[in-house]
C-alpha cells in the first residue's frame, strides 16, 4: 500500500480542483490521478484513513466521494481488501450513418466478439411489435436476445423481434443476424434508429458487469427491405461508459441550398 500511496499522492502538497461539494472535488482530484495513470486498472486505493489525512478532509468526505466513483463505475471495492481501480472498458466508436450488425461492427476494428445467448423462440407477439412489424392476427415472431462481449468485457443487451414469416426458426442463428438474412434476401437496407440515456436497472447493470444506476444507451431499431417493409426490431442496451455514436452532419445539397432550404 506504501507504494501505491506515495505513487498516488506525489511528493507535491495535495490541491484538489475546487468548486461544488467537498467530496465531488475529491473524486475529480482522485479520477484525476487514474486519468493520468498515477494508479493503475486494479490497484488499490490508499485507505480511507490515509486519504482523510493526506488531503485533510473528514473520513466521511472521503467515503461519498468513493462512494459516487464506484456508482461511476470508476472503483470497485471488494469486501475486507479494500477499493481498487476498475479495469478499463475499451470504448468502441459506432458510426450513425452506416446499418451494420454488431459482428460485422467489431470485426471491422479487429475485435473479437462472442455472445451469450439469453433468449431464442417463437412466441405471440406483443401489441408493439404486432403494431411496428405489420403483423395480422394469429402472426408469430422470433425473438433473439444475446449478450453481446469482446473478450471477457460485456458491451451491449441485443433483443432483435423478426417475423417468422422472415425467421422461422431463431435457433439457426449462431454468429451474425445479418449475414443469415442476406442468404435469404432478406437483410435491411435501412432503418430508423432512436437512441436515449438512462441509467441501467439492476438486471442489465448484473449482465453488463456494472453497479446498478450506471449509464447506459437505450438505442430502438426499425430496419427496412428496400420494399418499405419493416423487417426487424431491436431493442439494445448499451453500456455507456463503452460506446461512442458518431454522425457525419452536413448541410443540405446544393439544390436544396439553391433554393434556400437549410
Same mark, same amino acid.
Given at each position: 500500500? /506504501?507504494?501505491?500511496?506515495?505513487s ?11 468548486g ?11 479520477e ?13 486505493? +490508499?485507505?480511507?484513513?490515509d *486519504? ?11 467515503? $461519498?466521494a ?8 470508476? =472503483? ?9 481501480? &476498475? +479495469? ?7 458510426? *450513425?450513418?452506416?446499418?451494420? #450488425? ?20 417463437? @412466441? ?8 411496428? *412489424? ?11 436476445a ?7 468485457? +460485456? ?8 417475423s ?5 426458426? +431463431?435457433? =439457426?442463428?449462431?454468429?451474425?443476424? @445479418?449475414?443469415?438474412?442476406? $442468404?435469404?434476401?432478406n437483410?435491411?437496407?435501412? &432503418? ?19 453497479? /446498478?444506476? #450506471?449509464?447506459?444507451? @437505450?438505442?430502438e ?7 418499405g417493409? =419493416? =423487417? ?9 461508459? &463503452? ?5 457525419? *452532419?452536413?448541410?443540405?445539397?446544393? #439544390? &436544396? ?6
Amino acid at each position: 500500500m /506504501a507504494e501505491v500511496s506515495d505513487s498516488f499522492f506525489g511528493s507535491e502538497p495535495v490541491i484538489v480542483p475546487t468548486g461544488g461539494p467537498l467530496y465531488l472535488q475529491l473524486k475529480r482530484w482522485i479520477e484525476g490521478a487514474i486519468t493520468r495513470g498515477d494508479i493503475k486498472p486494479g490497484d488499490a486505493l +490508499p485507505s480511507e484513513r490515509d *486519504l482523510a489525512m493526506r488531503v485533510d478532509v473528514s473520513r466521511v468526505t472521503v467515503r $461519498k466521494a468513493v462512494q459516487q466513483l464506484v456508482k461511476d463505475g470508476i =472503483v470497485i471495492q471488494r469486501h475486507g481488501s479494500g477499493t481498487f481501480v &476498475a +479495469p478499463r472498458t475499451p470504448r468502441v466508436e459506432q458510426s *450513425l450513418s452506416q446499418l451494420t #450488425s454488431f459482428t460485422e461492427d467489431m470485426a471491422r476494428r479487429g475485435m473479437s466478439v462472442r455472445s451469450q445467448w439469453l433468449d431464442r423462440g417463437v @412466441y405471440v407477439p406483443s401489441p408493439e411489435e404486432t403494431i411496428v *412489424l405489420g403483423l395480422s392476427s394469429g402472426d408469430r415472431v422470433s425473438r433473439i436476445a444475446r449478450l453481446r462481449l469482446t473478450g471477457e468485457t +460485456p458491451l451491449a443487451i441485443e433483443r432483435a423481434t423478426l417475423s417468422t414469416a422472415v425467421l422461422p426458426d +431463431p435457433s =439457426v442463428i449462431t454468429t451474425s443476424l @445479418y449475414a443469415h438474412l442476406e $442468404k435469404s434476401g432478406n437483410r435491411p437496407v435501412r &432503418a430508423i434508429q432512436r437512441i436515449r440515456a438512462a441509467n441501467l436497472d439492476e438486471a442489465e447493470a448484473h449482465l453488463l458487469a456494472v453497479p /446498478a444506476g #450506471s449509464a447506459g444507451l @437505450y438505442i430502438e431499431r426499425i430496419s427496412y427491405l428496400a420494399t418499405g417493409k =419493416v =423487417v426487424e426490431f431491436t431493442r439494445s442496451v448499451y453500456r455507456g461508459d &463503452a460506446y461512442d455514436f458518431v454522425a457525419e *452532419l452536413r448541410i443540405g445539397d446544393s #439544390s &436544396a441550398q439553391g433554393s434556400g432550404q437549410l
